[in-house]
């Protein structure tokens, strides 16, 4: 499996934006997606974004479509996360997911996952 740190993470006014970073190494998927989710307390863990490895394809999470934008550079083996006209509801650990099957939203369908990075969003 692949392993990942995620980077970025903090607090920010509502409105505001945040970046977040996920580096990869060990084993990559390079025809498997690569994504995000979060978590906050109390909630299941949810799908947020996700892209093609190849293609740069990405799809979103309703929720935070227009608002959020996901990339990759597979030369440096990075995925990002910008985040932006954030809302107290986005408050969440955000984790980066690899190994994933394009087009799936469901946790069950991604075989790595990063320790997690917190996101905290104040009214």
């Known amino acids: 499996q692949v392993q990942l740190a995620e980077s970025g993470g903090g607090l920010v006014q ?3 934006s945040l970046i977040l970073s996920c580096a990869a190494s060990g084993h990559t998927f390079s025809r498997s ?14 799908f947020v974004a996700a892209i093609s490895w190849s293609g740069n394809l990405p799809y979103y999470a ?12 597979n030369a440096k083996n990075t995925v990002l996360l910008q985040m932006h006209s954030l809302k107290p509801e986005d408050t969440a650990v955000y984790y980066c997911a690899a ?3 394009y087009g799936s939203r469901s946790t069950d369908d991604w075989e790595s996952w990063g320790q997690g990075t917190q996101v905290s969003v104040s009214a």
Not at 62 to 71: A, K, Q
């Open 99 to 101: 190994g994933g099957t």
């Open 33 to 46: 997606a690569m994504g995000w989710f979060r978590q906050a307390p109390g909630k299941e863990r949810e």
């Open 62 to 73: 309703d929720s935070v479509r227009g608002r959020f934008t996901i990339s990759r550079d």
């Open 14 to 16: 509502a409105g505001g």
